[in-house]
T-cell receptor, first 116, second 114 residues
């Protein structure tokens, strides 16, 4: 399978704990996006990388959230001091510039976080 | 920023009939409009997209139309089958060689009645 992969698929944690999620994009896709999806809603943009550079962060991304893409390949999203409001599906997507354009974003299966 | 509205929120159609889902967007700078299908417990799957220089695009049983003047775009599924049951999301993007972040609608739960 050469699609976007995410790990873990499910995470249950207690309030106040730190969690880290991993995303492996499609090989050679240099753009990587993180989105958050709550129940009954569409995904919302969190942050975006081009290669290893984090180029934009949404105001949804509080200072408890940090994302990295150290070698321009896989990415991690860490949430510190989790709150119940962080419970959501965290989705990763990747895209590849083609002739200078980067349109299609391909999503992974997501990591469902439950904070108790 | 961009705002995308999607209707209806739920849609039930008889197997074999057609389904239409409609979206409107607010930012006239948006120039790329993908549609995603999301099944329970899975990530969104890109099913069709359209760019602003095209008015209509078709791929087998699915088609998308775009009216730039009215800022409307629609998904049409013909000859619906049970496996079409899912949540469908429209999205809009301002594509400018930089951050093509997707702004999604709120989704339409499509149920195909056998």
């Amino acid at each position: 399978d050469t699609g976007v992969s995410q790990d873990p698929r499910h995470k249950i944690t207690k309030r106040g704990q730190n969690v880290t999620f991993r995303c492996d994009p499609i090989s050679e896709h240099n753009r990587l996006y993180w989105y958050r999806q709550t129940l009954g809603q569409g995904p919302e943009f969190l942050t975006y990388f081009q290669n290893e550079a984090q180029l934009e962060k949404s105001r949804l991304l509080s200072d408890r959230f940090s994302a990295e893409r150290p070698k321009g390949s896989f990415s991690t999203l860490e949430i510190q001091r989790t709150e119940q409001g962080d419970s959501a599906m965290y989705l990763c997507a990747s895209s590849h510039p083609l002739a200078g354009y980067s349109y299609e974003q391909y999503f992974g299966p997501g990591t469902r976080l439950t904070v108790t | 920023g961009e705002n995308v509205e999607q209707h209806p929120s739920t849609l039930s159609v008889q197997e074999g009939d057609s389904a239409v889902i409609k979206c409107t967007y607010s930012d006239s700078a948006s120039n790329y409009f993908p549609w995603y299908k999301q099944e329970l417990g899975k990530g969104p799957q890109l099913i069709i997209d359209i760019r602003s220089n095209v008015g209509e695009k078709k791929d087998q049983r699915i088609a998308v139309t775009l009216n730039k003047t009215a800022k409307h775009f629609s998904l049409h599924i013909t000859e619906t089958q049970p496996e079409d049951s899912a949540v469908y999301f429209c999205a809009a993007v301002i594509s400018n060689f930089g951050n093509e972040k997707l702004t999604f609608g709120t989704g339409t739960r499509l149920t195909i009645i056998p």
